[in-house]
């Protein structure tokens, strides 16, 4: 006979409260555990202090929502595109904001064909925005690119996005990079010096440069990025494939937060607070962030809803070719996954 053909009615309902019971204790067992689990680690990768920096790192903190919670991050500054492809191959960072010459260069050169363009860092030449400016000093006698016919320019490095504008506006002008110009190499913050000093004719400014009054007293622009490509997406947010599908909902998460703060730096209300974080940050004067940051028109375009502007990436990259830095054209629409960033944009409507 069944064990169970001897139990009373009473007996099979103390058996199935103990079912209930054991299942409700696996439940809150499950619950606490996810509660109580680690919240992602992010590393993510970043170059200029007054441009790409992560904005929940240095902003407000009553602005986020989810750091500390389903995500931390932890930042790796880096003095360019060369080391960020190096660092993302070796797997020592997860997403970081790649300028427009470096995304090619990862997946030809290194190979990282899936990497994937998940958000927008900042634009060149929107409407609205700012356009890099290449100066020369006020009393040069250079009116115009074809003056610069036997003068020497200067660049960050050979293949960066900034020396691709400078090559491709000499060849519009009918000008031989390093035969009629010549383009000697330099780290950002010695060009001012450089040009005052009449050792170089031509350099790129950097944001923080041209918002330097002193600088501004001495130089003049001869041209700017726009002038040269057009409209630029400079620089988008990268992150492989396999990340994205292990941590997405964590990086949703962040996401959202960092256009939160894009938000609270971008309204003008806030204008003082952003120039003074920025300002601390940096330990560079406020009065060189004070005329331009996230001042319309004055800075970098930067979309408000995280979205890249992936027509100009293309056109960007088609320039990489002409100019004989690739082989081949890359399909940019092939490397991005923008439903990350759509689905954290639709939850501040």
């Known amino acids: 006979m069944p064990a169970s053909a001897g139990m009373t009615k009473g007996d099979a309902g103390s058996m199935k409260i103990n079912s ?23 590393r993510v990768g970043w170059v200029s202090g007054s441009s ?14 989810h750091d500390g919670k389903s995500y931390v991050v932890e930042m790796t500054h880096f003095q360019g595109s060369p ?13 970081v904001g790649f300028g427009f010459s470096a995304l090619p260069t990862a997946v030809f050169n290194a190979h990282m064909t899936d990497l994937r363009i998940i958000a927008d860092m900042f634009q060149d030449g929107a409407p609205g925005g700012y356009s890099n400016e ?16 036997g ?21 519009k002008n009918g000008l031989e990079p390093n035969r009629d110009v010549t383009i000697l190499e330099a780290g950002f913050v010695n060009m001012p010096p450089m040009l ?17 009054p002193a600088f501004r007293a001495v130089a003049r622009t001869l041209f700017t990025q726009k002038d040269a490509v057009g409209r630029a997406q400079m620089a988008e947010l990268v992150a492989r494939q396999g990340f994205i599908e292990k941590n997405r909902a964590a990086v949703v998460d962040y996401l959202e937060d960092s256009l939160r703060e894009l938000a609270w730096f ?23 962030f004070d005329p331009w940051l996230f001042v319309k028109g004055e800075d970098y375009y930067k979309d408000a809803k995280g979205t890249p502007d992936l027509d100009a990436l293309q056109a960007n990259v088609d320039t990489m070719r002409a100019l004989g830095f690739t082989k081949e054209t890359l399909e940019v629409k092939n490397y991005a996954d923008l439903s990350l960033v759509k689905e954290a944009a639709a939850r501040l409507e």
């Open 20 to 42: 209930w019971t054991v299942t409700l204790a696996a439940l809150i067992i499950a619950s606490t555990f996810s509660a109580s689990a680690d919240p992602v680690k992010l």
């Open 52 to 65: 790409d920096v992560p904005l929940v790192t240095i902003g407000p903190k009553e602005v986020l929502r």
């Open 83 to 95: 080391p960020q492809i190096t660092a993302m191959a070796a797997n020592e960072i997860d997403f």
């Open 134 to 149: 290449f100066f020369v000093l006020k009393d040069a006698p250079i009116h115009s690119v074809a003056d610069m016919k």
């Open 151 to 171: 003068h020497v320019a200067v660049t960050n490095s050979a293949g960066s996005a900034v020396d691709m504008v400078l090559r491709a506006i000499l060849r």
């Open 196 to 212: 005052k000093e009449h050792k170089v004719d031509l350099i790129p400014g950097t944001r923080l440069t041209n918002g330097d």
């Open 266 to 288: 971008s309204d003008p209300a806030h204008h003082a607070a952003a120039v003074k974080i920025f300002a601390d940050f940096t330990k560079i004067p406020a009065a060189q």
